[in-house]
């Protein structure tokens, strides 16, 4: 169960890095106080961990699948 907890929580993670990717692509100047806190709000989506993340649970499905 360890395993699929893990695989569970790796899944969030990438899940939560992209909506914060889309949430900042829809962000508006306007929105905000100031440019800076605009500019501040703008972070860059590490792509390479999204893509770490579901590497690692597909190689545990895989692990996993076979023990089954």
């Known amino acids: 169960m360890d395993k699929f907890d893990y695989m569970i929580a790796s899944l969030e ?26 500019l501040n709000s703008l972070q860059c989506t590490n792509k390479t961990f999204v893509k770490e993340n579901l590497r690692n649970v597909a190689r545990i499905a895989f692990r996993l699948a076979r023990e089954i």
């Open 13 to 38: 993670l990438a899940r939560e890095e992209l909506k914060r990717d889309e949430k900042s692509k829809n962000s508006n100047p306007e929105d905000f106080g100031s440019y800076n806190e605009y």
